[in-house]
């Protein structure tokens, strides 16, 4: 089945430093990844979506100058926490689905492991 | 727009129990309806789906069948193992491929 790679798995940062989460299409291409966050015993909550060659489209309520998403490539996108605070400390998860360049083919998605950060 | 309303947790079983946890959904048309499980320290991983009404998705001995008069999608066990302690995600997608996920819910199962 298709692979999504996330890395790192867990980071551990200091408070005011940036942090940068990749996600990788492994066997497919992508022209639209998914940010989510999961608080403690919650559910995954969508933050934004990440548009191969264009702009994220953000969630409401979601800084986007906070959380600077670059989806750079078919099989790349990356989710930088600027100037982390322990209020950002949450496990992000990333996903992709595999989609010819407008047309979506399937609509199984298809989740990263995840990255726990922590923000002391 | 697009919903789904999971039961809530945590659920705790003695081996070989049955399991049931409720999922209904709000949705325009007929989406695929998805449920994942997420073990403890990982991502979530496809458990299970079921592409249009009256499919029953299976995996593992867990069940759900898409039931549009009801709009559920229930998931079922026969009997559960210790190794089936996860949170279950029941969800669908929205136009592009972001999902809906309901709440979790929470299973342990004791020996």
């Known amino acids: 089945g298709a692979v999504v790679s996330q890395h790192p798995s867990r980071v551990i940062c200091k408070s005011g430093t940036s942090v940068k989460i990749e996600c990788r299409s492994l066997?497919?291409?992508?022209?639209?990844m998914f940010w989510y966050r999961q608080f403690p015993k919650q559910s995954l909550m969508l933050m934004a979506t990440s548009n191969e060659g264009s702009k994220a489209t953000y969630e409401q309520g979601v800084e986007k100058d906070k959380f600077l998403i670059n989806h750079a490539s078919l099989t790349l996108s990356t989710l930088t926490v600027t100037s982390a605070h322990p209020e950002d400390s949450s496990f992000y998860i990333c996903?992709?689905?595999?989609?010819?360049?407008?047309?979506?083919?399937?609509?199984?998605?298809?989740f990263g492991q995840g990255t726990r950060l922590t923000v002391v | 727009g697009n919903s789904v309303t999971q039961m809530e947790g945590p659920v705790t079983l003695s081996e070989e129990a049955f399991l049931t946890i409720n999922c209904t959904y709000t949705a325009t048309g007929y989406p695929s309806l998805f449920w994942y499980v997420q073990y403890p320290g990982e991502g979530l991983q496809l458990l299970l789906k079921a592409t249009k009404a009256d499919d029953k998705g299976s995996n593992k001995g867990f069940e759900a069948t898409y039931r549009k008069e009801t709009t559920s999608f229930h998931l079922e066990k026969g009997s559960v193992q210790v190794s089936d302690s996860a949170v279950y995600f029941c969800?669908?997608?929205?136009?592009?491929?972001?999902?809906?996920f309901g709440t979790g819910t929470s299973l342990t199962v004791i020996p």
């Open positions: 066997d497919f291409q992508a022209t639209t």
């Open positions: 996903s992709a689905s595999p989609s010819d360049r407008g047309r979506k083919m399937n609509t199984e998605a298809f």
């Open positions: 969800a669908l997608p929205n136009t592009g491929n972001q999902f809906y």
